[in-house]
C-alpha cells in the first residue's frame, strides 16, 4: 500500500511527506551504515514516546483532578503501553503501509505488536517535527480516545497477572498460586491447562498454547468474574 494512502487513515495531511514515509520505515528495511538512524522510525519513535507520555498525562491530569499522583502514573501506563497501542495500531492497520525488510515480513512483522507500537509511535513524532504540539496533541487524543475512557473507568487490563495480584491485600500475597494441571497434545504443539487459586479457593481456569498463556487467561477468567480477594 502507498504510504500517502495513510493520510486519509490518520485523516492529516504532511507538509513533508518524507517524515511520514520514515516513520513508517523499520529499521530491517534500511541497509546497515553510518546513516541507518537517518533513513528509519527509531528517532521519530524515540520522539513521540515522549510526547505520547506527555499528552497522555495532561488529559488524565485533566480528567482526574483529584487523583494522587501515583494512581495517575499507573493509569498512564495502562494507555501507553505496547499493547494498547498496538490495538490502535492493528485498527488502523498500519502495519500493511509499513516498509520493512522481506525476513521480517515473512516472521509476521506486519502483526508484530511491538513494530505496530514502535510505528503508532513514530508518527506522532513526525507530525509533531511536521506541525508542532498541537496536532500531535490532537492525533493522540483522537486515536486513545477510547483507552483513554476506559482507563479512568477502571475498566483497561492489559495485564490480568498484574491487576489480580495488585487487588490482592499485600499481607495476603502468597496465597495467590498458579497451578499447571495439566497438558495435552504432541511436543510440538502442547496446550497447557491451568487453575489460579487463592487462599486455596479456585477463581480462574485458563488454557493456553504456553505455560504463561494458560496462567494469563487463568487471571483474566479471575478478574472477569470480579472474584473475592478476602480470606
Not at 511527506?17 to 513508517?24: I, Q, S, T
Not at 513521540?48 to 507520555?53: I, K, Q, R, T
Not at 487524543?141 to 492489559?158: C, F, T, Y
Request: glycine share 8%; proline share 3%; hydrophobic share 40%.
Amino acid at each position: 500500500m502507498n504510504s500517502w494512502d495513510f493520510e486519509k487513515v490518520i485523516d492529516y495531511k504532511f507538509n513533508n511527506g518524507k517524515l511520514l514515509e520514515r516513520a513508517l520505515t523499520h529499521s530491517s528495511f534500511v541497509p546497515q551504515g553510518k546513516d541507518r538512524p537517518l533513513h528509519n522510525n527509531e528517532r521519530l519513535e524515540f520522539l513521540g514516546d515522549a510526547f505520547l507520555d506527555a499528552i497522555v498525562a495532561v488529559e488524565l491530569c485533566r480528567l482526574m483532578p483529584t487523583v494522587p499522583e501515583g494512581v495517575l502514573t499507573k493509569v498512564r501506563a495502562k494507555v501507553v503501553c505496547e499493547k494498547s497501542l498496538a490495538e490502535v495500531g492493528r485498527e488502523m492497520k498500519i502495519g500493511d503501509y509499513m516498509r520493512l525488510s522481506s525476513g521480517e515480513i515473512a516472521s509476521g512483522g506486519r502483526e508484530k505488536p511491538s513494530i505496530i507500537a514502535d510505528a503508532i509511535e513514530a508518527v506522532i513524532g513526525a507530525i509533531f517535527i511536521d506541525s508542532g504540539y498541537e496536532e500531535a496533541e490532537r492525533f493522540v487524543l483522537r486515536i486513545m480516545s477510547e483507552h483513554i475512557k476506559l482507563a479512568v473507568a477502571g475498566k483497561l487490563i492489559n495485564d490480568y497477572k498484574t491487576e489480580i495480584q495488585e487487588r490482592v491485600p499485600a499481607n495476603l500475597h502468597g496465597e495467590l498460586k498458579y497451578e499447571l494441571v495439566r497438558e495435552e497434545g504432541p511436543e510440538h504443539d502442547k496446550v497447557f491447562f491451568s487453575e489460579l487459586r487463592f487462599g486455596g479457593k479456585l477463581i480462574g481456569s485458563g488454557v493456553g498454547k504456553t505455560k504463561k498463556e494458560a496462567e494469563m487467561n487463568a487471571a483474566k477468567e479471575a478478574v472477569e468474574r470480579g472474584e473475592s480477594l478476602v480470606l
